[in-house]
């Protein structure tokens, strides 16, 4: 059960692919956003220090901080998303024998379930950040690790959708329809921004190859 | 250097973080396909041996090993591709002080590029491999699992527009008209047929939620 970040990659994956619940889509999802944020890290790396870019040295050093912090978050979001589920798994296993521990079970559950959204929900935010950032380093990158910064965008739009469907699998859940409506249209406003900053980046791509 | 799947899940992104140009996009495209593959095996693992899905039971133990095979495959090539990376390196230093060992070098060369594209190549049909599997889980998997079936469906997709980003970097210094034209070919008959399966994976889901 759960996610430990220091396992080797091979394992990792194999226990993802196994018959236990945890790692799941959640975890998943922000590991491949830590991922891209790994390629955008590695893109103002191999722009900082080299004489053609000098200009855009400042701004990428920036980048370079904004995408690190990206990724120890992406990191923490994946073990977080495996604890959140665990909880959820705690209240419902919760004794319903007489009408007042079914009432505290509810009570509970929804509240966990709240938790197990609110971590997919952040991998989402973090994702739409780091595309901001991929279509930066897109643009003003070293134009040799080009490919590096559009596979990024690519990884970090799957982890934004990866995490978009895993917040709406709990909302499905929650019975506060004013949480529910919040959280859907936090969703919407963001896929509209990550499909946007997704296609430019990808469009200043093919123009600097 | 190279890219070692025994290496813990932080350090292979901090690797990719880091200034050496492996792991690259081009690793980490078969390492995202290589999750999309664990998420598959795992629906289908969830769904084998549940009373109310043994109507596709055989169906799924036939998924799943396509899908163990597809994760096998993609973390190999996640792997090939630095060695590909290498191999490019070592032929752009190779002599070229004489007209003799400037020919040797480019014949090398071309050599190398062509090798170092055909792994994207693979991967980007592995990826539309893996979606065909996707799209069958998502039809008809346990439905408690389907927001893995869909991350799953997002990462292929991811893995294969990285994996073709990688392709064609490779093809715009190569050659050979021929050998290009029909990589190109292949890529953009690839692409309709692995957006058409991404589009179906999210119409099933959406369907069954």
Redesign the interface.
Known sequence: MGVD??????S????????K?TP???S??A??G??A???T??VC??TIGKKSYEEVEEEMEQLLKD??RL?DRL?ALAVEDAQAYDTVIEALRMDRSTPEAKEERGRALQQALRDAAEVPMETSERSLDLLRVAQQVATKGNVN????A???A??A??AF??AR??V??NL?SIKSADYVAKRRSRLEAMSHEVEKLHTRSLTV?DER?
Request: no cysteine; glycine share 10%; hydrophobic share 45%.
């Open positions: 970040i220091e396992t080797p990659l091979r990792f994956i194999e226990d993802v692919a196994s018959n619940p799941g889509g959640g998943v999802a590991v491949t830590a991922l944020a790994g390629l890290s590695m790396r191999l995408s690190e990724r990191q690790a080009l490919s590096d559009g596979v990024a690519h990884l739009l799957a959708r990866g469907l895993n709406e699998i499905s791509i190859l």
